[in-house]
């Protein structure tokens, strides 16, 4: 079930996406890209200030509450975006980001959902179920964009957004009345005798010593640099596609659609590789193996992305996406499951709040930067994504060569 939930505002948020840079582009008269890269990093500039808290806070009142807040949270700002397009308000569609990635911070709460029902020998094979889920939703979510904008070629106007906020009603809708409570047996205990303040990690030395040890922090580390180096892929991208400015040569000139669909593959190659081949292979080999084995393919994929833009090959380009997100499969839900194994389960919702709080200052600043540099230079980009993922390899070896599994 809580598949279906975060499957389904998902979805919402697959429609938005491909869309989101090239709207504030024609909003905008932005030669060096920095506005588009702040409105691009404000989504996770909330995720990194909101996700601990609500992780903590799920601690405490459980997790169902708390993801309903945020799906709740959701329609409301996905109809504001909607109504941003409308208005080609650049001003509006910062709120409208800024209240969404407030929303979307809920999502290490379903993490810690996931590691409230499963073992530590299925947690890599829970974690990829909500990669499945983004998978399926960056699948699904750009074929519903595709076919809510009317012409493929002309603006597509609101209803991206609209059936955005449609779909997260949904969400809320299935939560409300088939999403059980998983943290039901620490929920009062743990939440009654400590005050609001204790609702955030950093609370004093003795907490973070207990709390994140040597390991996680290293692990944490790695979090960081490999997901700037997939930010700065991944907000660049509708740019690099759509390519309206001329003085972006080696840019593809898709359509509307081409770009919707484009992000369809993006996902459906995202959901083939981590709701298939990854939940297969886990547990054939420890979860740092094949956090370095996607580091690698990353790597590669960068590679594939420099040759795509030198010859504007469309093969090329969609070869370099299916390699970088198939490594990007193999990465982020087995980086997630050593975290996890090494917290102290009484805190999986603060630790993973904080993991995620981690990914979104590294989103930040990839998305932040990641748009000047390709305006200064298309490849850009992809040789800086390349060099912090091999620096991201080497900080899994060094990270799985200290620390060990939480006893609890």
Partial sequence: MI????????????????????????????????????????????????????????????RRPVILLGLLASVVFYTLFGIATVW?????LFVSRIGAGIAGATIPTAQAYIADVTSLQHRSRGMAIIGMAF?????????????AVPDRHAQPGPWPGYAAAVL????????????????????????????????FPWTGPANLATTFSFSILFLLATVFVCMFSFAAFETTLSLLIKGERASMRGAFHFSWGQVCLTYAFIGFTL???????????????????????????????????????HQVSVLWLFVALATVVSGFSFLQPNLQALISRRSDPARQGMVLGVAQSVNSLARIL?????????????????W???????????????AMRTGRDHPG
């Fill in 366 to 382: 990839g998305a932040g930067l990641g748009i000047p540099i390709l305006r200064a230079e298309i490849t850009a980009p992809y």
């Fill in 88 to 92: 080609q308000s650049l001003p509006l």
């Fill in 384 to 398: 800086v994504a390349a060099a912090l993922m091999a620096l991201g390899g080497i900080c899994v070896v060094v």
């Fill in 168 to 199: 997260s009603a949904c969400a809320l809708l299935l939560a409300v009345f088939r999403l059980p409570e998983s943290h039901v047996g620490r929920t009062i205990s743990s939440g009654s005798h400590e005050s609001p303040a204790r609702l």
């Fill in 3 to 62: 598949f279906l939930t975060v499957f389904i505002d998902l979805l919402g948020f697959g429609m938005v996406l491909p869309l989101l840079p090239i709207y504030a582009d024609q909003f905008t008269v932005d030669p060096a890209g920095w506005q588009l890269g702040l409105l691009m990093a404000s989504f996770s500039a909330m995720q990194f200030l909101f996700a601990p808290l609500w992780g903590r806070l799920s601690d405490h009142v459980g």
């Fill in 271 to 309: 959901a083939v590789v981590q709701g298939g081949l990854v939940r297969r292979l886990a547990g054939h080999a420890h979860e740092g193996i094949w956090s370095g084995t996607g580091a690698l393919i990353q790597i590669l994929g960068f590679a594939f992305m420099i040759l795509a833009i």
């Fill in 135 to 147: 998978g399926l939703g960056f699948t699904f979510g750009p074929l519903l964009g595709f076919l």
